[in-house]
């Protein structure tokens, strides 16, 4: 109940093309749903997060969906560039009332956008 | 890398030796975590620390422990290493916990082999 499953495991997308990335989870309790961008060599940085309380954030060219029911959410990258060519992890957590935010994983996206 | 370094940054080693890896930050965050990232996996939670001292276990913490002595140093130890344990090896910092689920920043990463 605690994982979450991330799909598909790589991607291959033309250039100005649409990027999808999928994660379904288990655990109900999860209240905080992060995407993480990898580059090769480098630490995973926060690229974009949302809550159960909206079905969807946009910034830039990067937009998570939320279906609460479905327990499902999805990162979109509009006019993919060479540049987002890394590996993509989504994430989830639940609130613990001030303790530690534990986040759980999923397996990684690897993407390759094709100029 | 937001302030955050680790130390060694490759490290190659023979089974049953100890190992110790670094973390050191320079932000003044309170929580530190140690993860590991393998290929199918993602990133799996080893331990964390809600402050100097306090500590606890993650999801895979058999075969590791950590001490933090010092606000911005988080050791994590492998007392007899194992080729199990041949991983990346990244740190992570947040400001707060689970009440207000503030952004984890990652550290570059240690790459670990043991032979």
């Known amino acids: 109940q605690q994982q979450v499953k991330q799909s598909p495991q790589s991607l291959i997308v033309q250039k100005g093309g649409i990027s999808i990335i999928n994660c379904a989870y288990e655990?109900?309790?999860?209240?905080?749903f992060p995407w993480y961008q990898q580059f090769p060599g480098k630490g995973p940085a926060l690229l974009i997060a949302?809550?159960?309380?909206?079905s969807e954030k946009k910034e830039g060219r990067f937009t998570i969906s939320f279906n609460k029911s479905a327990k499902q959410f999805s990162l979109h990258i509009m006019d993919s560039q060479p540049g987002d060519s890394a590996t993509y992890f989504c994430?989830?957590?639940?609130?613990?009332?001030?303790?530690?935010?534990?986040?759980?994983f999923g397996t990684g996206t690897l993407l390759a956008v094709q100029p | 890398d937001a302030g955050i370094t680790q130390s060694p940054r490759h490290k190659v080693t023979e089974t049953g030796t100890p190992v110790t890896l670094r973390c050191h930050q320079t932000?003044?965050?309170?929580?530190m975590y140690w993860y590991r990232q393998d290929p199918g996996h993602g990133l799996r939670l080893i331990h964390y620390?809600?402050?100097?001292?306090?500590?606890d276990k993650g999801e895979v913490s058999d075969g590791y422990s950590v001490s933090r002595s010092k606000t911005e140093d988080f050791l994590l130890t492998l007392e007899s290493a194992t080729s199990s344990q041949t991983s990346v090896y990244f740190c992570?910092?947040?400001?707060?916990?689970?009440?207000?689920?503030?952004?984890?920043?990652f550290g570059p990463g240690t790459r670990l082999t043991v032979l």
């Open positions: 994430a989830a957590s639940k609130n613990y009332g001030g303790a530690t935010n534990k986040l759980i």
């Open positions: 932000e003044n965050h309170r929580y």
């Open positions: 655990n109900t309790a999860f209240d905080y």
């Open positions: 992570a910092i947040s400001s707060a916990g689970g009440g207000s689920h503030n952004e984890q920043f």
């Open positions: 949302i809550r159960p309380d909206v």
């Open positions: 620390s809600y402050g100097v001292k306090d500590t």
